[in-house]
């Protein structure tokens, strides 16, 4: 287990929602990432946050926001929900400045869109 | 989009068999990372493979980089059934940088 949480673990939505997921960083790691896996692919990266602040966003329209907290653990929120955005979000957490980058998943949450 | 590619897409084996599955990326990297994921959960983290490095290995696992072609392999030794799982490479290009991830080969390894 690397320590990375994330809730829920599972979630059903309808088009057009709002949604929020959550992670918990592992103990000493002050950045999170987030991804998006669509069935059958590998992750997407979505953005990443350190010391609360975005740093780097990858090909998300807007409506993919995010917050990372003073503790470090992060939200992921998504308005106007798409079928699309059926897939399972994963959160990484690693320690900036560290010299290899490693980054520890947490077991994901799998969202549904109907 | 994904950076880069990996073959096969899928491969299966009998326990005790190896297998390899290689990855092709696309850019300059600072370095390659190797996650296994079981039943579409969270991705565990097998082995990193610094730009620098030609080669590495971890109990049953050998990692080569060959950064000239831009490709790794991964080789799992004398595999068993609780191998069974998708493989990705991912790369990240600096630090602090996003992974970026292949598409995986969904490997089944038969008792």
């Known amino acids: 287990e690397t320590g990375v949480t994330q809730s829920p673990t599972h979630l059903i939505k309808t088009r057009g929602q709002q949604v929020t997921l959550r992670c918990s960083s592992q103990?000493?790691?002050?950045?999170v990432s987030w991804y998006q896996q669509a069935l059958g692919q590998g992750p997407q990266f979505i953005f990443q946050?350190?010391?609360?602040?975005?740093?780097g966003r990858g090909n998300f329209p807007p409506r993919f926001s995010g917050l990372q907290f003073p503790n470090y653990s992060s939200e992921l929120n998504v308005n106007a929900l798409e079928l699309d955005d059926s897939a399972l979000y994963l959160c990484?957490?690693?320690?900036?400045?560290?010299?290899?980058?490693?980054?520890?998943f947490g077991p994901g949450t799998r969202l549904t869109v109907l | 989009s994904q950076q880069g590619e990996e073959d096969p897409q899928a491969l299966s084996i009998q326990e005790g068999e190896n297998a390899t599955m290689n990855c092709s990326y696309k850019?300059?990297?600072?370095?390659l990372q190797w996650y296994r994921q079981n039943s579409g959960r969270g991705l565990v983290h097998l082995i990193l493979?610094?730009?620098?490095?030609r080669e590495k290995h971890s109990g049953r696992l050998r990692v080569t980089l060959d950064t000239s072609k831009k490709s790794s392999s991964l080789l799992i030794t004398a595999s068993r059934a609780a191998d069974t799982a998708s493989y990705f490479c991912?790369?990240?290009?600096?630090?602090?940088?996003?992974?970026?991830f292949g598409q995986g080969t969904e490997l089944s390894v038969k008792p």
């Open positions: 850019t300059s990297i600072n370095n």
């Open positions: 990484a957490s690693s320690q900036a400045g560290g010299p290899y980058n490693e980054q520890f």
């Open positions: 991912a790369t990240i290009y600096n630090q602090g940088g996003k992974l970026i």
């Open positions: 103990s000493g790691h002050n950045t």
């Open positions: 493979i610094r730009s620098n490095e």
């Open positions: 946050y350190y010391r609360e602040e975005e740093n």
